[in-house]
Nanobody
């Protein structure tokens, strides 16, 4: 499995940004997908996850109501729509995949990771 995240950049506070992650090398719909983020000196933090069929999602409390995770199983992509961005959202964002049997918030449960994409929220 290979994952390629994109879409990061500089965003003003209160702005929006959509991250995308392209999946290849496996049966996409068989994988739970997750987004995590990390800042220097801190542990990788769960942001959002989505089930294989896209019907079940889970969010960190810090992003609930502002971020939306979605997936397109035909295009084998997972997106993270981010709105009302705050400086505290600045981080390197990673997408990851997990075979199951259940959704997980724990980054150690995800076996495949893409390169991160930097999001910086600043005026």
């Amino acid at each position: 499995v290979q994952l390629q995240a994109s879409g990061g950049g500089l965003v003003q506070p209160g702005g929006s940004r959509t991250l995308s992650c392209e999946f290849s090398g496996g049966t996409f719909a068989s994988y739970y997908m997750g987004w995590f983020r990390q800042t220097p000196g801190k542990e990788r933090e769960f942001v959002a996850s989505i089930s294989g069929g896209g019907t079940i999602t889970n969010y960190a409390d810090s992003v609930k109501g502002r971020f939306t995770i979605s997936r397109d199983n035909l295009k084998t992509m997972v997106n993270l729509q981010m709105s009302s961005l705050e400086p505290e959202d600045s981080a390197v964002y990673y997408c990851a995949s997990r075979r199951g049997p259940r959704m997980s918030l724990n980054p150690d449960d995800y076996g495949n990771w893409g390169r991160g994409t930097q999001v910086t929220v600043s005026s």
